[in-house]
């Protein structure tokens, strides 16, 4: 299991660390949830506003656990209603996936054919002899696999740019035609047992191309949103709405197209579209709030947005949204204004137990006073920020820029902001360490304790995430203390030893 935590600073900057990576030894709801709260017991966390999952079974049971925890320790804002978050970029792959779950005969060919060109060196060599004919780079075919939508994006895309010179392979060597005509594939799984027997598909025609190239272009919508909504070096929560928005308008637009193939694919998409973003009622609302807290948007936006994809349902969310911010809002400023009245209150105890001046009566008066006076027409920070003109949307401009400059006019509003920005929309980036934990663990150091895989797969991500370079040189005091510190914990017994 691995658990990466994303905030934005006091300087407006966003951060992402993996702070645990261990072994579980059960992918139960309840048991994933004890690891998560034992993690956040050693960092001392107590304060999370949303944990970002896939869509598995398991992790609802997970975060639902998780929250009645954070109830216990009284930091569960609003009982938890927006803490789950669902992962964008796995139910992108559930809707593509579907969409070319029955995959195109043009597709099918394609495959076939990368297939057979890779299968032997002299038929690659063949190939590479054609790619030079053809003025192409030598660059390898890609052959997809089923369960990864985006391999078969990459594999049409490559062979589109090879198309010349697949064309005059298929011209100089007659086995591919006669592969594609009367070959039989065997589809094995893992244990080499026969799972599928695919049957010959044909020849690649002409219309292939023109259909590949048009499902190409249309995968590749969905390829570079995937890119997108997995960065981790930049805020993403703000475009989560935009973007469902975007899918769901290409989505409709394509099912009531001219194209048979790109309006089958679509019409697949759509159904398992809104099986998850179709039903408003069962969204979180944080789809909907960080793109309220981008200036350039707002509520302006949002209500557009919310028109275009529900219809005249539209305005009652809205006013949700508008309810469930507002609630956000009172819970951080009186949390904060707790804080600062605890604050005058301890500063106030301590000057009069130091000079026995018992000046409470007038603080509170005077409390009541400012509060009575015009405190009925006074406008909240929320308010405030609302009412004030959207940002003009330039390619370069930067929304943690924008509430750094602000945060002194919007003290509140603005530690809300932090939280909700710093949302990752999509589990890549704690993905991706399974990645380096795959190169830590090699066949060559397999003997490494989860502790160690641990410690290593952590210290690879903090230290490529530090944005000034660490001198060793400085640190060798302190790294000789860690080492004799790591020595006296859990040493365990060598065979030397004994």
Known sequence: MCITAHWIDKNWTLHKRVINFCPISSHRGEDLAKGIVKCLHEWGLHRI??????????????VAELSKQLTKWGTNLLGGKHLHVRCMAHIINLVVQDGIKEANISI??????????????????????????????????CLDVPTRWNSTYLMLNRAIEYEG?????????IGLAHHLEFGHICVCDGDSDIV???????SLLCSDWDSIKRIAKFLELFFKLTLKVSGSLYITSNIHFL?????GFCLSKLISSDDIVLAQMATNMKKKFEKYWGDPTKMNKMLFIPCVLDPR?????????????????????????????????NEYSSSASKDKCGKLSSEVEASSSSYMVDIGDFYEELSRHTSGSGAGNSK????????????VGTSDFNVLLWWKYNSARFPFLSEMARDILAIPISSVASECAFSTGRRVLDSFRSSLTSKLVEAL??????????????????????LEQLEQDLAKVGKEPSIDDI
């Open 196 to 202: 599928d027997e695919e049957q010959p598909v044909g």
């Open 457 to 478: 797969v952590c210290l690879q991500d903090w230290l490529r995430s530090e944005s000034q370079p660490i001198s060793i040189e400085e640190d060798l005091d302190s």
């Open 49 to 62: 506003f949303t944990v970002t999952v896939d869509n598995a079974s398991s992790n609802s049971v997970c």
């Open 380 to 391: 909240s920070e929320l308010d405030k920020y609302l009412a004030e003109d959207t940002e």
């Open 243 to 247: 973007e469902i928005c975007q899918v």
């Open 297 to 329: 948007h707002k509520f302006t936006t949002l209500s557009f947005a919310l028109k275009k994809m529900f219809g005249d349902n539209g305005a009652t969310i809205e006013k949700d949204v508008r309810e469930y911010m507002k609630s956000l809002f």
């Open 108 to 141: 099918k060919r394609i495959r076939q054919a990368v297939r057979y060109i890779r299968q032997s060196p002299a038929r690659w060599k063949n190939f590479q002899e054609c790619c030079v004919d053809e003025n192409l780079a030598k660059k390898s075919l």
């Open 165 to 173: 010179a697949i064309l005059t392979y298929a011209d100089r060597d």
